[in-house]
């Protein structure tokens, strides 16, 4: 453990990279946190580390963090000197304006109807909005229409904000926890999630690649996108609940802004239809290309696959539905700039709730264009159709991530450092900085002080 922090200590100070495999019993997370944190004491610099999983994230804020305290009090350090705070990615933070706005405009099912009142009661209670504090188990994936992933669009910075106050948290911490899906996320969008920092350590680094590839591709579920459209039509859907919030206003009568409502949707409508047959079509070329039909079909996008007759009727049905999910997006953009001239307060997290389905849609589209007519030289496609709940998605990831990783991570005179039990190979790092695009540095391997032998 000594000589791993003094590795780190020397890593920070000369400013290069490191990585370190250390076994287990090390004791590897207090190994680089005191010689960092303690940086960040005597230079002001603040430190982001990047865990794989929560538990490591839970230990490091509610154990290491008080440990490193105590061990760096010999030099003057008091609790209040280290300031470490976990920062999580936007989807997981509720959104207080859209919860309001579920509590007072939907008519929930009994699902819906349990979690409403179960964040009503916890609301009391909790500092964070953090979604680990609640047990939601099935209601999980319900949770993210209450969340902060409507909030890339958020037309307002007034009232408490879970995700405003976690951001505002972390540009006050000289220590920032996170996880590597937020760093992907940080690096896919070209930064600003993160507040800056003058060190990066990334813990469980071995993971460090599978992660990139998740969270720098992409998945486009068929159910997901048509549950989004579907949340847009009927008496109760958003639709023609901003169309009712705009004929509030002094320029826009009833019966326009309802005429835009039954406009919008037609357009969803259809917009729905022409969707499902174009997930038909891929579910049919994930079955045909495996030779049978089964419950679980999965074929990559290759050349082979792009040059079969079907391909052809395949890109028409995708500019089908791109035409017609375009459309949508351009009566939800109207809709909500209409609607966000409204002085109640009360209709802000409706205008949220549009937004965020937009933006879901936008996302979507944009994905499958590159997927389906528009596939990079440097990526990799694939359709998978799975009966049941599940359905058809259509993927697509960087075929290597470490040019990405490069480039985000390594370009930097920020120093780096790595560290798992498990990166080298017969103790050489090669094949490891390879796959994870990191030149230069130094490199060290260290056992592990049980006796496997006994």
Known sequence: QIEMSKAVARAIESQHHLVVEAGTGVGKSLAYLIPSVLHALNTGARVVISTNTINLQEQLIGKDIAITTEALSNYGASAGDIRATQLKGRANYLCIKRWQNSVLTT??????SKLLSKI????????????NELALGRMSSLFNRFSGQGALTCPTNDGPCFLRKARNDANNSNVVIIN?????????MGGGLLPEHDVLIIDEAHNLESAATNHLGFSVN???????LRRLIGSSGVCRKLARVISKTDSNPLDASENMALAATDAVEVAI????????LAAQIATDAQNHSQQHSEVRLTSAVRTQPIWSDFEIVWENANTRLLEVCQYLATLCEQASSSKDKSDEGLVLDGH???DSIETAVSALREAIPEPKDDGVYWLRSQSGRRGTTINGAPLNVSTILNEAIFNTERPV???GATVAYENNFERYRSSIGMDGGKDL??????????
Do not use: C
């Open 222 to 228: 068929q159910f997901q996108l048509e549950n989004e």
């Open 417 to 419: 450092v790595l560290t």
């Open 180 to 188: 590597h899906a937020l760093l992907m996320s940080d690096i896919a």
């Open 107 to 112: 008519e929930p099912d009994e699902t819906e």
């Open 356 to 358: 965020s389905i937009r």
């Open 120 to 131: 009503m009661v916890w609301l009391s209670d909790t500092e964070t909005g953090d979604r």
């Open 273 to 280: 239809e022409t969707t499902s047959t174009f997930f038909k």
């Open 445 to 454: 391997v260290l056992g592990s002080p049980y006796d496997y032998e006994k």
